[in-house]
Structure formats: structure tokens, C-alpha cells
């Protein structure tokens, strides 16, 4: 496990190294620390204040998606959040990501692997708005007057923008489809029906193998299949999916509003509120590659990159994202440190004790 992290982090430092290179290679330390001096810091108190609210938003979320399988306080599903989200800034690997779903897992009684399911239900609902916004926002901004960027001898222009904005509308409509093919139970029926009979119609099979196939490995799958599947109930309910997707539009509606504050803080900056939603989307897609905990130098470049389609360059551009990015972390980090000190929780050697039993009880 310490091995496999270390590689992570050997992978993820050149990259985050190498993005904060881009980022300020060309950015004089004289005029970044001018643009902190000039700042209107009151500003910062909205965004943070709406930084939050969208934690808020997220955990009224995971309360639907849980619901059929186990009905949880507000809290209960809120503080495993916020230190999962906490342990993603603070430590490799995202480890939050297995911590968040362990910790309500042993406090609900609920299996680890249903409430995982639960997160990758959230990932496909938190992709589908964002293809949506940036599909919505660059078929009605006028992305042609945007300032072509060149990446690696590849050059990126508003227009390209445009066109990729039609496909990504495209893989909308297919994530939707795998969202309602979930909520049909008797799909999922078909599929380990499937399963079953590929399997064991496989030729050459032992006789021996092939009853233990039968009698144990192929139920012992079905089973954890159910409890993949469980994780989506929360969809699988016509009203419920629309409140989720409700939810998961608040959630990144809400995240623009942190952007557009920081931006009238800032003298240089000046896009507009759809500009800043398409920084907003795209940094998400930028911190998806590796990177050192938190997220640094990804986020830098992305939010550099973003808004030189705008015209904004130098420390202007280079001074907003190192604030956004800090807005938009310290906040989640000291309210994780909140939620960790209320429940308990502690990180020895990188895990927890509680998500360690957690996990442990689903063997």
C-alpha cells in the first residue's frame, strides 16, 4: 500500500511541478505580489461562504442516493464527507475517496461496498451536469472570439471548443442512458443471468471448478453485483432521480458563484458569469490528472488556461487562480478537521482506525 502510494506521488510530483511551471513561467513575482496587495479581501467572504453551501448541497445528495438503502441524518452523511474531501487535499492517492463511504459504512451498518457504489453514482451525476454546462455554455458564448492556446504543439482555439462541446452533448445523452438503464431492476437480472451462463457454457472447464463456480464464486459475484446496484437505488426512482440531478445542478451552479466573487476582488479580472462557469468546469477536468495532494500546480494551470481563452493573462491570471485555489481548499480542509474532531476520527500512518474495521468486516 506505502509502496504503490509512493509511486503515485513519484508519478504525480513531476506533473504538479511541471503545471506550476506553465503556470508562472512567465509571471513577475513583483507584480503577483501587487496583485495580492490590490486585492478587496471582503470579497472573500461570500466566496467561501458559497464554497461551502455547495458541501451542503452535495451531502442533501448522497442523503437521497442512501435513502433506499438506509435512511441517514443530515450529519451522518455530511462529516464523512467533508473528511473525505479534507483527506483528498491532505494526503496521496485520494485516499478520502475509500475513507468517506468505510466511515458510513461502520456507522450504518450498511455494506462497504453499497456505499462506495453510492460515490460512483455521485461521479456519474457530477459528470453528466458538467458535460452539460460546458456543452450549454460553448454552444451560447460566442467561444470564436476566444483567444487560441496552444498545448504541446496543439492548438486550441474557442471554435474547436464549439464542435468538441457537440460531442460531449453527445456523451450526456449516453450517461443519462446508463442512469435509466439502472433504474430498471430486471436489466440487472438479465445481466447476471448473462454472467451465469457465459460462464459456465466457458468449455474445457474441470468438473470440480465448474461446481465451485456454480455453488460459490458465481453466487458470491451476484451478491456483490446487488450491492454495486444498490448504490444506484437512489436513482432508480423517478422523482428521486430528479431531485438528485436537482442537487447535483445546485451543487455546480453554486460552485460558479465562489468564482465570480473572487473575480470582483480582483481589479484585472473581468469575465462574466458564463466565462467563469467554463473556468469552473474545466479546472474540474484539469484536476482529474495525478497530481501532489491538493490538487497543486493542476489547478494552477487549469485555471491559467482557462482564462487566457478570455484574454487573461500574467499575474492577473496567475494571482486569481493561486486564490481560487486556496478559497476554494482551506475552507473544506478546516471544516474536515471540524467534522473529524465532532466524530472522532483519526488518521494514524495515513489510515483510519475506523475505516480500517470497515473494510475489514466486508471480508
Known amino acids: ?215 460459490r464464486i458465481l453466487p458470491a459475484l451476484e451478491k456483490l453485483l446487488d450491492q454495486i446496484s444498490s448504490g444506484f437505488d437512489g436513482l432508480r426512482s423517478p422523482p428521486k432521480l430528479f431531485i438528485c440531478i436537482l442537487l447535483s445542478l445546485c451543487v455546480w451552479g453554486i460552485q460558479v458563484l465562489p468564482f465570480w466573487f473572487l473575480s470582483q476582488a480582483s481589479a484585472g479580472i473581468s469575465p462574466n458569469l458564463i466565462q467563469l462557469a467554463a473556468v469552473m468546469v474545466l479546472v474540474n477536468f484539469f484536476i482529474a490528472i495525478p497530481s501532489v495532494p491538493g490538487f497543486w500546480g493542476i489547478w494552477e494551470a487549469g485555471v491559467v488556461f482557462s482564462l487566457a481563452f478570455f484574454g487573461i493573462r500574467g499575474a492577473d491570471a496567475a494571482g486569481y487562480a493561486l486564490l481560487s485555489h486556496a478559497v476554494l481548499m482551506f475552507p473544506v480542509i478546516f471544516v474536515g478537521m471540524g467534522s473529524a474532531f465532532m466524530t472522532g476520527f483519526r488518521i494514524s500512518s495515513g489510515k483510519s482506525k475506523s475505516a480500517r474495521e470497515s473494510l475489514e468486516s466486508e471480508g
Open 1 to 215: 500500500m506505502k509502496k504503490s502510494k509512493g509511486i503515485g506521488l513519484l508519478i504525480a510530483f513531476p506533473i504538479s511541478i511541471a503545471a506550476l511551471w506553465l503556470a508562472f513561467r512567465n509571471v513577475p513575482i513583483a507584480e503577483l505580489g501587487a496583485y495580492f496587495r490590490n486585492l478587496d479581501y471582503i470579497w472573500l467572504l461570500p466566496a467561501i461562504f458559497f464554497c461551502l453551501m455547495g458541501y451542503v448541497f452535495r451531502a442533501w445528495r448522497w442523503q437521497h442516493l442512501l435513502a433506499r438503502t438506509r435512511k441517514v441524518s443530515f450529519f451522518s452523511a455530511f462529516h464523512p464527507m467533508m473528511i473525505g474531501f479534507m483527506l483528498n487535499c491532505i494526503l496521496p492517492g485520494r485516499v478520502g475517496e475509500l475513507i468517506r463511504p468505510a466511515l458510513l459504512a461502520r456507522k450504518e451498518k450498511i455494506p462497504f461496498v453499497t456505499s462506495f457504489s453510492t460515490i460512483a453514482a455521485e461521479r456519474v451525476l457530477d459528470l453528466t451536469v458538467l458535460l452539460a454546462f460546458l456543452s450549454i455554455i460553448f454552444s451560447f458564448t460566442d467561444m470564436g472570439a476566444a483567444k487560441t492556446q496552444t498545448i504541446g504543439g496543439f492548438e486550441l482555439s474557442g471554435e474547436t471548443l464549439t464542435r468538441i462541446a457537440g460531442n460531449m452533448a453527445w456523451i450526456c445523452f449516453v450517461l443519462i442512458g446508463i442512469i435509466v438503464f439502472m433504474q430498471v431492476p430486471c436489466m440487472m437480472e438479465k445481466g447476471k443471468k448473462v454472467i451465469r451462463g457465459l460462464a459456465l457454457s466457458f468449455p474445457g472447464l474441470p468438473a470440480g471448478f465448474r461446481q465451485s463456480l456454480s455453488s
